[in-house]
């Protein structure tokens, strides 16, 4: 007890507020020294910014050169020399008539003398730039001097003749000039004196009038010296003129030999271009040969191996018929592969030669491409005009829509040859693979192709055609996926591809047709039984059968509509055989299976108690798909394909009644609903109910609202009455809702008339004075009125 009083005591003596004041007092005061303590911040700021120095601006960077010293010097010097050299032009062609013979003789002398004997002089002193621009004025004024000789001493002469003359005088004399012990360090002279060089021999050859023979060999001997200097010279300015007067001559001459082959009147002239041509692949071939760099080397090869076939073949052109054309320069090319065993070679002409070998193979298949692309693509027009009569041969079931390329007769040759290379020479890790893949493409070519190129016997040709469908296949079976995956898919795409063309092919006779599509049926279908072939073969199977089923119905003159119950024979074997098949065929079957159902849909669209049938059959095969536990989603679909059978018998019968058509929506859509209650109590009853019964309720509702009778508002006032009553007793919200409202709509439209017919015996101030109560009786009872929503809506609350 004395401790209580000297605590209470304590308590009066220090006047310690609540805790409550005491935590609003603390933040009042923090608040007051956080506003202080920014205050502070700001004016230390302010002071430092004004007690720091001026920042004195940057120094101004001095002006960058635009210009080196030696640059304007060079351009200087280079602008000195065309001016210099300008003048001497304006002597030599205007002042040159005022002089007499020896005046003109000793001013060009001592002028050319002195230019190019200064250029000693300022080497000697270390002035080189100015030594390389005095020296080339010289050049020019020898280039002057020749043609002032031509003037005044051979004025007579031919311009052609002097010019190859001058041309190569001034080379020698410049190679010359360019190799004096004082002048070799100038590097203008030589690359000047082979620019020189290159005209003697062209314009020799238009002076000796030589013909284009003559003038092409004088492009490709021009050419040939080039590339000796180009691989001897070492001087990069040397050798940068002589690559370009190699290449740019060589190119001249090659496309002017070219030319010349394929103009060839005879053997003779083509004998001459095949021997232009073989100097221009010898020309390539030194070069590649004694070190022209890798990359120039394997192309220079290339290019050697290219130039070789076209003299050899263009030779053979002339001799053969045009038939053999394409056939003789394949041979030539594969004759390219023997320089592959020659060790002797560098390993880049080598490989040069085998890539010439590849694209004239290459060409030689592009070239065969037409008559493949005919074979394959023209049996579909027989689609416009099947079973119109049996074509003669082969050839002529191909030609009722499509001309024949011409020379044809060779592409099986060409093929087979090209195919006999990639299996026989290519070899390697990375190579083999590939060229097994082309050798099996170039085989089916060739056989696909040769009925129509020999003209057999239509039979036959279809009988070749199914043995190249049946070998593919085979291919594809035994070859190992691990090491030919690329043959084997190569093999796969084949397969379908031929037998597409083979089944067009077919529909010019009715025997045929059937009996093709039969074999195609069973060939695919044995080949299924592989799972690896069965995502490929098995749906092919499925539409041969499906177009089978159309011929038959077809043969035997049924209506569309009833063929479709043959081709519904489609979606029950996908349905059969796709849980059984490989799981990555089931996808590709059942697509299949699918798609012969619409299409026995659509056969039947005509005939509407056969579509209602269809669609039901199509409902029972896909239910029995749903069976599957991975398809079970499908079931929906089912269920869509027999209302949709539902409605189409009862547009059949002319039932014009809407509940016919919406009850066989909403019982099994009750039933689903019902059922996902008890799996899930959870489940709300306007996902499981509404549905279905908005299906049939609103549809009647809008009936009965436009029915004259008493028959249809009464039947769907019991239904709504007797839903009202179900969803109150079960407490269910959508039955209740949807059954309490179709209700009252439908007793409104049944006292409708009456409710008229009041309206228009009271006097027309009744209405508004009959509002008016409601609102005031409303306004009164309002706090009521909300008492009693509040406990509906509670009550609907509790319910599902």
């Given amino acids: 007890m004395p401790c209580d009083v000297t605590q209470t005591t304590l308590q009066d003596m220090t006047h310690v507020p609540p805790p409550a004041e005491e935590l609003r007092l603390l933040d009042a005061e923090l608040w007051q020294l956080d506003r202080r303590r920014a205050q502070l911040l700001a004016r230390r700021a302010w002071l430092i910014a004004t007690l720091q120095p001026p920042k004195s601006a940057p120094a101004a960077a001095p002006p960058r050169p635009e210009t080196s010293a030696p640059g304007v010097q060079n351009l200087l010097l280079l602008l000195g020399g065309v001016l210099l050299t300008i003048a001497a032009m304006v002597f030599t062609l205007v002042s ?15 002028v050319t003398v002195a230019a190019l004997g200064t250029p000693m002089l300022l080497l000697k002193r270390g002035l080189r730039s100015t030594a390389e621009s005095v020296a080339g004025l010289g050049l020019a004024l020898t280039v002057l001097d020749a043609y002032a000789l031509y003037r005044v001493a051979f004025p007579g002469a031919g311009g052609a003749g002097y010019t190859a003359s001058a041309s190569a005088l001034l080379a020698v004399l410049w190679t010359a000039y360019g190799l004096l012990p004082r002048t070799a360090e100038l590097r203008l002279p030589l690359p000047s004196a082979l620019v020189a060089a290159q005209l003697p021999l062209f314009f020799w050859a238009i002076e000796t009038d030589t013909g284009s023979y003559g003038i092409t060999a004088a492009l490709l001997a021009t050419a040939a010296f080039d590339t000796a200097v180009a691989l001897r010279v070492t001087a990069k300015s040397v050798r940068v003129v002589a690559v370009v007067g190699a290449y740019g001559l060589g190119s001249s001459g090659v496309l002017a030999a070219g030319w010349l082959s394929w103009t060839a009147s005879g053997p003779s002239a083509a004998a001459r271009a095949a021997a232009l041509l073989l100097l221009a692949a010898a020309i390539a071939l030194g070069a590649a040969w004694l070190g022209a760099g890798e990359k120039h080397a394997l192309g220079l090869s290339l290019a050697s191996g290219l130039l070789t076939v076209t003299a050899l073949g263009g030779m053979a052109r002339s001799v053969l018929p045009e038939l053999w054309t394409v056939p003789a320069h394949l041979v030539c090319g594969m004759a390219l592969l023997a320089t592959i065993r020659v060790e002797r070679l560098p390993e880049a002409v080598r490989r040069g030669a085998a890539w010439a070998s590849g694209v004239v193979q290459a060409l030689a298949v592009l070239w065969a491409l037409p008559v493949v692309g005919v074979v394959a693509l023209a049996p579909v027009g027989w689609a416009a005009r099947a079973w119109t009569g049996t074509p003669p041969d082969a050839r002529a079931a191909l030609t009722v829509d499509a001309p024949w390329p011409p020379h044809a007769a060779a592409v099986p040759v060409v093929l087979a040859a090209v195919a006999a290379v990639l299996v026989l020479v290519v070899w390697g890790e990375v190579w083999r693979p590939r060229a097994l893949t082309g050798a099996l493409g170039l085989t089916w070519a060739t056989v696909f192709t040769l009925p129509a190129v020999l003209e057999l016997p239509y039979p036959v040709g279809l009988l070749i055609q199914g043995a190249t469908t049946a070998g593919v296949i085979a291919a594809a079976a035994f070859l190992r996926q691990s090491t030919h995956e690329g043959t084997r898919l190569t093999a796969l795409i084949l397969a379908p591809a031929t037998s597409v063309s083979l089944a067009f092919l077919s529909l010019a006779s009715q025997t045929a047709t059937l009996t093709v599509l039969s074999t195609l049926v069973a060939l695919f279908a044995v080949a299924s039984w592989q799972s690896r072939l069965a995502p490929f073969t098995a749906p092919t199977a499925l539409v041969y059968a499906a177009a089978l089923a159309c011929a038959v119905g077809a043969a035997v ?25 490989d799981s990555r065929a089931t996808v590709p079957i059942e697509a299949t299976g699918a798609a012969a159902g619409l299409l ?11 579509l209602a049938l269809v669609l039901a059959l199509c409902g029972v095969i896909t239910a029995g798909t749903a069976i599957r536990p991975d398809r079970r989603p499908v079931g929906y679909a089912a269920a869509a394909l027999f209302v949709l059978a539902t409605w189409v018998r009862l547009a059949a019968w002319d039932v014009g009644t809407p509940e ?34 908005a299906a049939t309720l609103l549809p009647s509702l809008l009936a009965a609202w436009g029915d004259p009778h008493w028959t249809r508002p009464l039947l ?7 839903l009202t009553l179900l969803g109150g007793g079960y407490n269910l919200q959508a039955p209740l809702l949807l059954g309490g409202s179709v209700l009252t709509l439908d007793a409104l439209h049944e006292l409708a008339p009456y409710i008229a017919q009041v309206t228009d015996a009271l006097p027309r101030w009744v209405p508004p004075a009959l509002a008016g109560l409601l609102l005031l009786a409303l306004g009164a009872t309002y706090e009521q009125r909300i008492r009693d ?12």
């Fill in 600 to 610: 026995a849909v659509g056969l039947a669209a005509t005939d509407l108690p056969l």
């Fill in 660 to 693: 016919a058509y919406t009850l066989p929506v909403t019982v099994p859509a009750l039933i689903v609903g019902h059922l996902r209650r008890r799996r899930d109590p959870q489940t709300s009853s306007w996902t499981a109910y509404a549905p279905g019964l």
């Fill in 96 to 110: 040159w008539g005022h002089l007499g013979i020896a005046g003109r003789a000793l001013v060009l002398g001592a």
């Fill in 557 to 581: 003159d049924w209506q569309p509509s009833h063929t479709a119950l043959l081709v519904l024979a489609v979606p029950v074997a996908a349905a059969l055989i796709a849980p059984r098949a």
């Fill in 789 to 800: 929503i509040r406990r509906v809506r509670g009550i609907l609350g509790k319910m599902d």
């Fill in 716 to 722: 769907l006032g019991l239904a709504a009455l007797s």
